[in-house]
């Protein structure tokens, strides 16, 4: 347990990875603080929650139009007031070009407009949920997802083979109306890209980074510094790179966390997720160019779950990858550099696989790919074609980096060190 | 008793040792030979940083890569290019190193003290080793490997780096130290092991030369080592036909000591063969050999 603790204590004294902890916790505040102007806007969705339920229904639907309707009034008198015209809904008083609204309006007045003009977009788009939703057809954006990627023969027969689990979760959506809830926009507000994609991405690669110098410098620390004839010819001899693999895996698992806990406490301090924790992921506001339900009836905050607890297994992977390269390159640096090579090794290796063969479908199991497309994590996908994506990818990353540990461990146990 | 059984080592298709033999029980043994003889390979040897191609290092009849860290709790050991963590100050160093050794924090607490005081370095306890002269950190060195109180001390060059002074405290220190032990001393400089080994242990072309008290090992030279005084213009011609052990400057005129196996003249004045004399003309080059 001492020695765990004095190889910890070695990672939080390096003025590198100290220095890039505070670089990556600043750009993340500064991602937030960039996105910031839609946060009166979510907060006005956080009420129209507060107020009407999330849960999409004719009682709702009914609130909702009663308020509408009770606000277009006030709004057409003030118009009728100023302007000498009234109009049917916002978007038509938006799309009236013969005024520009700042230079008739108070500031108090256009913010009312704009908490109608919400107010309208959620009314009107829930009014035909139901139907929107029915219009989407999962085999049909399959098939244009296969169009878009160029897969043919035995790869595009494989996903074909899936439509009947694609079809069997979009009934299932559809029956247990998952997808008739309120959540902020994905067309207006684009929250999830920003949390899911922007965000943990960033967050990813930023621990990524950190794990891998982390680990390299932990686990070459002694070859680095020359000490490692005294380390590993003392009582704990080779036994030592076992405890460096642990204090790395602790280190990396601590400024995952550092740097997580920090990003989610300001991100959701400046946007108000309050009314939408228990809201399913699979909501039709939710649904983006890329994705529009989870395979997995999740709400958000169990999708939100989901995605740290995958992001955790990764930089479980990451540690345990670069333990391999370190076990052989004995040059912290070095083993960084290599580790970059290898990253966009697997991810250019996709490329030059034919997209008839099902190895390019297989090229997307990968960590890589994972970390790159972390908005997409648990959503039905044509190229990621099971429910089970992600479990497979770690599982058997796990399994394959856990043997490739334990030959490391073994081999160091039994090689000169010269 | 530590038992190396015909050991050898390859690095790759190339021999660095072959068919070593050695006993060691307590006493001081120095290990003698010169830059790139094999000291610091067998020395790897013998701390489980390396393994042996063939053979087996036995400690009381058991393999030493078997005992694991029951061997290794039974060493101390100090490498020759001994690094260290320039930011920490002696006090965290060995604290961090009793961690490796499986000391608990209450006996090092104890115990670091004491050996920073046996090494002269009391003073400097909080201050950070970076900024420490060579001598100091050799002695740093020399107190990590005392840490444990091990059976089998392993010194290997450890008067590098420092200067004459600082030289013979630590052959005191060493003197102190070897008590109900044993320490094993690789070096290429004689005058380390000269006043300390009970052993000397001799490695020449891959293999055990000698392995005996320096009284033995001088006897092969005995009537062997001269002295001769001569002009400068002749010592030219002199080192043409002897191997000259060493050379000074004496009134005008060179002293020289030479070894001599034949043709022996009367003006000669033969001395006792020292365990240098040994050395320089066991590891004598191959051009100097032929002369002799």
Known sequence: ????????????????????????IAFNFFLIYENSFIKDDLRKVNQFADKYGTEINDEMLDKMKQDYEAQMKKVNEKTNEVLSKTYESMDEFYSDQSFYPADHFNEKELLLFNEIALLEYYYFTSLHLEESFQNIDPIAIAELEIKQYGISGQAAELIRSQYGKFTERYQEVLENKEYKHLFPSQRVFETH????????????????????????????????????????????????????????????????????????????????????????????????????????????????????????????????????????????YLVFFIFLCLFGVIFANQGIIPRSNIAFLLGYFTPVNLVLNSFVWFMHRAVTFTPYFEVITVGVWFVILLLGILFCARSFRKCDLK | MLTVNSVSKDFGNFPVLQDIQLEFSNGVYGLLAPNGAGKTTLIKMLTTLLFPTKGEILYEGQTIF?????????????????????????????????????????????????????VALEDAIKKKMGKFSGGMIQRVGIAQAMLNDPKILILDEPTAGLDPKERVRFRNLLSDLARDRIVILSTHIVSDVESIANEIIMIKDKRVLYKDSIQSICQQLDGKVYEIEMDFDQVKAFRKNFLSLSERQDNGRMNIRFIAEENIRPEWKRVKPTLEDVFLYQYQDKEVEQKV
């Open chain 1, 1 to 24: 347990m001492r020695v765990l603790l004095y190889e910890i204590r070695k990672a939080f004294h390096s003025p590198i990875i100290l220095g890039l902890l505070g670089v990556f």
């Open chain 1, 193 to 332: 890209l920003l949390l899911f994609k922007k965000m943990f991405k960033a967050i990813l690669i930023e621990s990524l980074i950190l794990t891998v110098l982390v680990t390299a410098y932990i686990i070459n620390f002694e070859f680095d510094k020359g000490t490692y004839l005294i380390a590993y010819s003392s009582k704990r001899g080779r036994g030592l790179w076992g405890d460096k693999l642990r204090a790395a895996l602790i280190i990396n698992v601590l400024l995952f966390t550092f740097i997580l806990v920090l990003g989610l406490i300001a991100y959701f301090s400046v946007f108000s997720y309050k009314e939408f924790w228990h809201v399913p992921i699979s909501s039709f506001f939710n649904a983006g160019k890329e994705w529009f339900m989870s395979w997995w009836n999740l709400s958000f905050i169990e999708y939100l779950t989901s995605c740290i607890l995958l992001a955790y297994v990764l930089t479980i992977l990451f540690t345990m990858m670069t333990a391999i390269l370190a076990r052989y390159v004995r040059n912290s």
């Open chain 2, 66 to 118: 078997s005992m694991g860290e029951r061997y290794r709790d039974l060493i101390g050991y100090l490498p020759q290019n001994f690094g260290y963590y320039k930011n920490y100050n002696p006090n965290q160093y060995l604290q961090y190193l009793a961690a490796l050794k499986g000391i608990s924090k209450q006996a090092a607490n104890e115990k670091i003290p004491q050996l920073l005081k046996l």
